[in-house]
Every structure is written in structure tokens, then in C-alpha cells.
């Protein structure tokens, strides 16, 4: 069975730091992205990665904090946060494609996705 699985979330104070896992089984996926919800606007894209070139995105609000990177011998990707802010606390989701696509932030470019992990920053 295809399926995503995230783990990593917890609870942190402002300026620390974690790692979100996102392991994926059955299917070696063409694209890989983190999201997080934004209550009341759907999922902001936080980063993305094509597994096969290495590709990375990210958006302004994690750039120079957020490293999306991938061990393909796991099929794994992870989202290393540093320096993160209050701001920054949402349910987190991982998210895989097929194919290529000019938005890969948006989170409707995206076609399996997981059960998401909480990351929480106090202040």
C-alpha cells in the first residue's frame, strides 16, 4: 500500500530546533513537499524537493531556517527547522507527486499525502 508517514513534531521553545521525517513505502516519488495548515486559508507550502535532481524550494517565511533534504536509499525526505518561531507552530504535512509542475508549493500540485505532525514553539 502507498503511504506517507511524518514524524518529528514535538514541542520546542523559540530558537530551537527539529527535524520532520516523511517516509514514503510502496513508490518512489518524483516530487516530495512540506506543507502546514494556516487556519481559516487551507496549507502554506513550506519546501519542496524533486528526488531525482535534488531541487529544492522554499518559501520566504522558512528561508535560510528550513533544509528539505532526502536519503534515497530510505525513500525518506526531512524537513530540518532551525531557529524556529512561534509563528511557525501548525500541523505539519508531507506531500508527494508524480510528475513535474511550475508551482511546486501549491499544495493542489500534490497527489498522496500524510497524517501530518504537530510542531509546537513557545515563546
Known amino acids: 500500500q502507498v503511504q506517507l508517514v511524518e514524524s518529528g513534531g514535538g514541542s520546542v521553545q523559540a530558537g530551537g530546533s527539529l527535524r520532520l521525517s516523511c517516509a514514503a513505502s510502496g513508490y518512489t516519488y518524483r516530487r516530495v513537499g512540506w506543507f502546514r495548515q494556516v487556519p481559516g486559508t487551507g496549507h502554506e507550502g513550506v519546501a519542496a524537493?524533486?528526488?531525482?535532481?535534488?531541487?529544492?524550494y522554499y518559501a520566504d517565511s522558512v528561508k535560510g531556517r528550513f533544509t528539505i533534504s532526502q536519503d534515497n536509499a530510505k525513500n525518506t525526505v526531512y524537513l530540518q527547522m532551525n531557529s524556529l518561531k512561534p509563528e511557525d507552530t501548525s500541523m505539519y504535512v508531507c506531500?508527494?507527486?508524480?510528475?513535474?509542475?511550475?508551482?511546486?508549493?501549491?499544495?493542489?500540485?500534490?497527489?498522496?499525502w500524510g497524517q501530518g505532525t504537530q510542531v509546537t514553539v513557545s515563546s
Open positions: 524537493i524533486y528526488t531525482s535532481s535534488g531541487t529544492t
Open positions: 506531500a508527494a507527486a508524480y510528475g513535474d509542475t511550475l508551482y511546486p508549493l501549491r499544495w493542489g500540485e500534490y497527489h498522496r
